[in-house]
């Protein structure tokens, strides 16, 4: 740290329970975190307190505090314990495959993330001041430290912000980019308007799709707020359960995740039900920050065509477009998003790895990897489905 800067002590702490939550929020909600709420204090207390993390989940919190000499909470980052590698959706199973038969031991690795949530914003928490960026590289370091200190084989940020990314690479971390699926606002006034944006065939596509679900007899509107009730959160967690039993064999989120949710932070909240004669048959969950719209879970207990993308994807963009929000973020991996408006874009990760040798392998590995995934984003752009000029 420069010369001036006060002395700031680093510590972990096994739960927030320990840290105040306004100056948690201080840091993690700081300008240029677009008021992104699953970095917020009760979105991380919400998945211990409900145990969908802790040492029995593999996700044993471990979070890294930065504090001035007087106890103010200067920077913080979300740090946890992991013996496995699910519910990261950035995959690194080969590399502890790797590890593994060299003789070496992957696990137990330092995890730098929001539980389950493939969602970009920044891991390095700093309250705003003169000395953010330096607290910030203090913490970086200690992340390295402490790995090294604990026969740790690695740290792994992911889902960081490209600002995060470029400060990792610096201090010499291996850099890893991935991509998922965005939907960006251009001043449309309403549905119809994002529709006239898109080439014919696609526009004449996702009105044939809505116009389906209509047809099925099922109404879907978005809840926010006091208009959810444990009642939607029972019928939801049954969504939730029958998609995470399909697709994971083992939900991540408990049942009282979703009680907890819905008492502190229903605000956040947009809960979109699809009802056929009066009887629930799917949702989507979201929460919303500033100015971006996160999907994140949907499930169904009954099969109708379309319902997927009208209760993700449509509502979604809908619900942004009605509130004015710039963006909409419709999670990891899935192709079929693209036509339904939702273009590729990179995501960033960082990591540490503490054995040289194979630290030398995985960095030949992201050299190769990251003009691979830089041309799948072009290339996919080629499918987007806006209108191109002289198009109708």
């Known amino acids: 740290m420069p010369d001036d800067t006060p002395t700031i002590g680093l510590r972990i702490v096994d739960s927030l329970a320990a840290v105040d939550a306004a100056q948690w929020d201080a840091c993690a909600l700081a300008p240029g975190s677009a008021g992104n709420p699953f970095l917020s204090y009760g979105f991380l207390k919400a998945l211990e307190d409900s145990k969908s993390v802790g040492r029995r989940t593999g996700w044993q919190p471990q979070y890294l505090l930065a504090e001035a000499a007087d106890g103010t909470l200067q920077g913080a980052a979300p740090l946890y314990v992991k013996g496995h590698s699910q519910g990261e959706y950035v995959f690194d199973h080969g590399w502890a495959q790797a590890l593994e038969r060299a003789?070496?031991?992957y696990y137990p690795k330092l995890q730098v993330a929001v539980p389950f949530?493939?969602?970009?914003?920044?891991?390095?928490?700093?309250?705003?001041?003169?000395?953010a960026e330096a607290v910030r590289d203090a913490m970086i370091d200690m992340l390295a430290k402490v790995a090294g200190d604990n026969n740790i084989s690695s740290v792994h940020v992911t889902f960081c912000t490209e600002a995060d990314w470029k400060r990792f690479g610096a201090r010499g971390w291996l850099l890893r980019l991935g991509q998922?699926?965005?939907?960006?606002?251009?001043?449309?006034?309403?549905?119809?308007d994002?529709?006239?944006?898109?080439?014919?065939?696609?526009?004449k596509a996702i009105r044939k799709e809505?116009?389906?679900?209509?047809?099925?007899?099922?109404?879907?509107?978005?809840?926010?707020?006091?208009?959810?009730?444990?009642?939607?959160?029972?019928?939801?967690?049954?969504f939730y359960m029958d998609t995470g039993g399909r697709k994971w064999g083992s939900p991540y989120l408990t049942r009282s995740f979703f009680d907890i949710l819905?008492?502190?932070?229903?605000?956040?909240?947009?809960?979109?039900?699809?009802e056929a004669d009066g009887r629930p048959v799917g949702g989507a969950l979201?929460?919303?920050?500033d100015d971006t719209l996160y999907g994140r879970y949907w499930g169904c207990l009954e099969s109708h065509a379309f319902l997927h993308f009208e209760a993700c994807y449509?509502?979604?963009?809908?619900?942004?477009?009605?509130?004015?929000?710039?963006?909409?973020?419709?999670?990891?991996?899935g192709d079929h998003k693209i036509q339904r408006g939702y273009l590729p874009v990179p995501t960033f990760s960082a990591h540490w790895i503490v054995d040289p040798g194979f630290r030398r392998a995985i960095d030949d590995y992201l050299k190769r990897e990251r003009p691979a995934v830089e041309q799948e984003i072009e290339g996919l752009m080629q499918y987007s489905p806006f209108r191109k000029e002289n198009e109708g």
């Open 103 to 105: 003789g070496g031991r």
């Open 117 to 131: 949530t493939p969602v970009p914003g920044p891991r390095l928490f700093a309250r705003p001041g003169p000395y």
């Open 180 to 192: 998922q699926y965005h939907w960006h606002n251009d001043g449309y006034r309403t549905f119809d």
């Open 194 to 203: 994002f529709l006239g944006a898109l080439a014919s065939r696609k526009r």
């Open 210 to 238: 809505r116009e389906q679900v209509r047809r099925e007899g099922l109404t879907v509107r978005a809840l926010c707020g006091d208009e959810i009730s444990p009642e939607h959160w029972d019928t939801f967690f049954a």
């Open 262 to 274: 819905g008492a502190t932070m229903a605000d956040k909240v947009v809960l979109v039900m699809a």
């Open 286 to 289: 979201n929460l919303k920050g």
């Open 314 to 333: 449509y509502q979604a963009i809908d619900y942004a477009i009605t509130h004015g929000l710039a963006r909409v973020e419709a999670g990891a991996q």
